[in-house]
């Protein structure tokens, strides 16, 4: 079958060897899968006709933001239709009165963030890698900000989906309070291109702090840092971040605990800088100027950029478990003592705000790969045993799908099983991803 020049008819089309291995893999460590061609619609009515040409006969479709999951969420394991929204990246409209944007699937967040520079809103998710919108909400993204403003979930309005069968389904709308049948848009949201293909957007806008300070607080131990963070809850808190000392000391600083804080009420950083050493830190930095406040987050900023560079030759896999508040520091003392009890190389960070924390795993060969799953699937484990998830922000991709059922349940997970089929009866659309096998 002549695929490319079928599917030219849509978009443009490659089957180049080059592209088909670009559009293979993720920023992850799970082993990449060659689609059999990659294609970039034009537009809405593109994608439409790809899926239902691709329904028709069958073909694996699995859509593509910007490569930059770390779960395997858009490696196309079943080969078939590589589906590239990269080219639909408009920003189709911006209300500053309306405080919403509008834009294609393709467009990236920090573009988004450019357009809107000077107008006082921004799209306020932020997130490590270049991501585009349309991924950020397949995936339900968050980042360091989440303890502020939320999830991507919280600031998605409304959306323009291509279901498997080629039909295209509007849902939500520009309205910022909504109670009007069920809820579409959220089903839609981290649902990792299995149910349809997100090809627009309305999003939330919200207005850009006025003050930024930034604070890093070194403790002796991460109780004490912990601690801290609890009583900081009623402050105006942009960020919480933390590092383990092992991981600060990699990065060449002081081999403590350490808190990273933004903070966007004056007074706020004056305050948390008490609760701080009243809390056992044995030292305090603050800055409101743009370049102290990069200075002071400068090591956090470099965490990962920084693991990958020292393990250069390796891969690296990132842990991505969110527990309760109150049991954080019991699961960062639960990941130390197994890093250690498996021989394995480890650097800790999360997002403390919100419980979600991380640990980066550097590998070289198939045996490393083997012992660093099993520290993963110790982590999730012990994650449901304090009440939390297999995945904070990450999304369930190819890493995380045996553990659905463990976390949710069985009903649940037909529940899930019975949406797909209904949504997707021939399951075209990103298999291998997010339900169990």
Known sequence: MDWASELGAWGAVSVAEEERGAHSGDVSGHAASLPQVVVWPRDGAGVAGILAWANERGVAVTPWGAGTSVEGNPIPVAGGILLSLARMDRILEVSLEGKYGVVEAGVKYRELNRALAGTGLHFAVEVGGDATVGGMIGNNAAGPKAVKYGATKEHV?????????????????????????????????????TLGVIIEATVRLTAVPEFV??????????????????????????????LDGSFMGFLGEAERDTLFCEFHREGDGEAAERICLGGGAVSVRRGTEAADRERLWGARLRAYTA?????????????DTAVPLGTFGAMVGYLREELVNRGLVGYLLGHVGDGNLHVILPYKDRAEWEKVKEFSRAAVGRSLELGGTASGEHGVGMGKREHLEAEHGREAVEVMRMIKRGMDPKGILNPGKVLPG
């Open 213 to 242: 300070e930034v604070l890093v607080a070194e403790f002796g131990s991460v109780e004490e840092a912990v601690g801290c963070v609890g009583r900081m809850r009623g402050l105006d808190a942009g960020a919480l971040e933390f």
């Open 157 to 193: 309005l409304g959306l323009e989906v291509v279901l498997a069968d080629g039909r295209r389904m509007r849902t939500g709308s520009k309205a910022w309070k909504q109670s009007c049948g069920y809820n579409l848009t959220q089903l839609m949201v981290g649902s990792e291109g």
């Open 307 to 319: 693991a990958g560079e020292a393990h250069a030759g390796s891969k690296l896999l990132t842990t």
